[in-house]
């Protein structure tokens, strides 16, 4: 095949200033020729890497067109190498997604024990980064195959968070600017370490007495519950002593003689005592009982009182060192609404990834809804003079970046919460299309493009395994403060290949929206 690109080539040279039919029959003799596995193999990207030092990757971006992934740190360009993406029906989906999880010796559990090294994963359905066989054009079950020690040298490079884009075509971040995009103030970030320490204390606080008056309330509500019982056996003790009582009225009335009817009064005195004193015993304990039940409202109420400060101190605190995270917001035209997402670094209590934050989900307002924005993942890659310098990436057309952005009337609210100190690779994506149902709790965000191929998601199970429901005051799993995430809800996958807009299944959140971690 070489040999005849380099004689068609030549031929060309040799005859460029002769007629041009000669230059167009022999590209035809040339494309006879070529085995039909040519058009499928087509010229493999080489491996680079950027000829400076490189800093800690940001995002990568998979072109399924060009099959190749790039990768990027805040200054351009850093690594690049071939990659097999997914076959015809297997196709790998294009789209928005974040490195959720990353092992160095995996072994798939739906192929076979498959090797897979070096994974990063970016679906907890099954699709991934990682190490594998390239033989020059699309071939996986839906992962990105990356070559065995290209993948083997960046895995220690990336960290979970981050930003995976799958284009259908060739795509690359470039500087941007617009007034929408987040501001940091340097006071805010400054002041952000003693607002931690302040709120850290009152949450810790409002904990130790939440559980104070939990447990009073626990205690309170034990002796409570041993009084029906005590009562019960005090109102029978009397019961039987006035029944004996009577008897002894009977046994007097009864009397004949002088002598019976001494010992008779000689009983009744006995069993008079008896049933004054079940009385008087009674009477106590009921006396009793009442402050006993007065004390179970009045802890029970005061728990939950101490409850909900815990829950606003401990809220208060999580927003303050999320503060210092990197933030990423997802406004979707599909369901005219903003999502704020931020690493907790907690990691999952049932295995795998680390817990998302996800307490902020609010309405937008777009501008003309029903005209495409396009799917625009801007980025903060480094701070500058003016706060942060940014750079967006295009995977799919509507309007263009700045367009889609003008269209958007953000909550200022919100922007007032996170903008201030946000820190590079914080993130906005505008998007046509819903969250994905692969999102969750354990996944920043998943979301793919509806009218392209989703075949790699065809064998693939619902993504989340079921989760045990949060206590009554949302603190379960030992007090480790997950108990907001863990609500039962049924993820779906996203439907394959869908090519009708408006028929696809997407995340939909099921659990209150004011959530945290501690």
């Known amino acids: 095949m070489k040999n005849r690109l380099t004689t068609a080539q030549s031929t060309m040279t040799m005859r460029r200033w002769g007629p041009p039919g000669i230059v167009t029959l022999a590209l035809v003799a040339l494309a006879a020729a070529a085995p039909a596995t040519a058009a499928k193999q087509a010229r493999q990207p080489a491996e680079a890497?950027?000829?400076?030092?490189?800093?800690?990757?940001?995002?990568?971006?998979?072109?399924?067109?060009?099959?190749?992934?790039?990768?990027?740190?805040a200054d351009g360009w850093i690594l690049r190498a071939p990659v097999s993406t997914g076959t015809t029906g297997r196709e790998t989906p294009a789209g928005v997604f974040a490195v959720v999880e990353k092992d160095k010796d995996h072994h798939s559990t739906m192929y076979d024990d498959a090797w897979m090294p070096n994974m990063q994963r970016i679906t907890w359905n099954g699709i991934a980064l990682h190490g594998g066989p390239l033989p020059g054009y699309a071939a996986s079950h839906g992962c990105v195959r990356m070559p065995f020690g290209f993948a083997e040298g960046l895995f220690d490079k990336t960290n979970i968070g981050m930003r995976v884009i799958i284009s259908p075509n060739d795509a690359a971040p470039i500087d941007f600017t617009h007034p929408s995009l987040f501001v940091p103030k340097r006071e805010a970030i400054e002041a952000a370490p003693r607002r931690i320490d302040k709120l850290s204390g009152e949450a810790e606080e409002a904990i130790r007495a939440a559980?104070?008056?939990?447990?009073?309330a626990a205690v309170a509500a034990k002796e409570a519950a041993a009084l029906p019982a005590s009562l019960r056996k005090l109102e029978q003790q009397?019961?039987?002593?006035?029944?004996?009582?009577?008897?002894?009225?009977?046994?007097?009335?009864?009397?004949?003689?002088?002598?019976?009817?001494?010992?008779?009064?000689?009983?009744?005195?006995?069993?008079a005592a008896k049933a004054a004193d079940a009385a008087s015993q009674l009477d106590a304990a009921k006396a009793a009982a009442q402050p006993k039940r007065d004390a179970v409202a009045a802890t029970k109420e005061a728990a939950k009182l101490a409850a909900a400060k815990k829950s606003e101190a401990v809220k208060a605190a999580t927003d303050a060192k999320l503060a210092l995270e990197p933030v990423s917001v997802f406004i979707s035209r599909a369901t005219q609404k903003l999502y704020v997402r931020r690493n907790t670094h907690k990691p999952a209590p049932d295995g795998g990834g680390e817990v998302?934050?996800?307490s902020i989900e609010v309405p937008v307002t777009i501008r003309n809804p029903d005209q495409p924005l396009g799917t625009h993942v801007f980025t903060a890659m480094a701070k500058n003079d003016t706060g942060l310098r940014w750079s967006v990436v295009t995977i799919e057309n509507g309007d263009d970046a700045k367009d889609a952005l003008d269209r958007i009337t953000i909550p200022q609210d919100v922007w007032d919460r996170i903008g201030p100190t946000a820190l590079p690779r914080s993130s906005i994506v505008i998007s046509d299309e819903p969250l994905s149902a692969e999102t969750n709790y354990r996944t920043e965000f998943v979301a793919v493009l509806s009218n392209h191929p989703q075949g790699g998601f065809i064998t693939r199970k619902p993504t989340a395994p079921p989760m045990d429901v949060a206590d009554d005051d949302g603190w379960g799993n030992g007090g480790n403060g997950f108990g907001f995430f863990f609500q039962q809800r049924d993820p779906n996958p996203q439907p394959v290949n869908p090519r009708r807009r408006g028929q696809y299944q997407y995340y939909q959140s099921t659990q209150p929206?004011?959530?945290?971690?501690?």
Not at 244 to 265: C, G, N, V, Y
């Open 49 to 73: 890497v950027a000829p400076r030092e490189a800093g800690e990757p940001i995002m990568a971006i998979v072109s399924i067109k060009s099959q190749q992934v790039t990768f990027y740190d």
């Open 211 to 216: 559980d104070e008056t939990k447990k009073a």
């Open 238 to 271: 009397k019961s039987r002593a006035d029944a004996e009582l009577a008897f002894a009225d009977k046994q007097l009335a009864a009397a004949k003689t002088d002598q019976a009817r001494a010992k008779a009064e000689e009983l009744k005195q006995k069993v």
């Open 356 to 358: 998302f934050d996800t």
């Open 513 to 518: 929206m004011q959530r945290s971690w501690w």
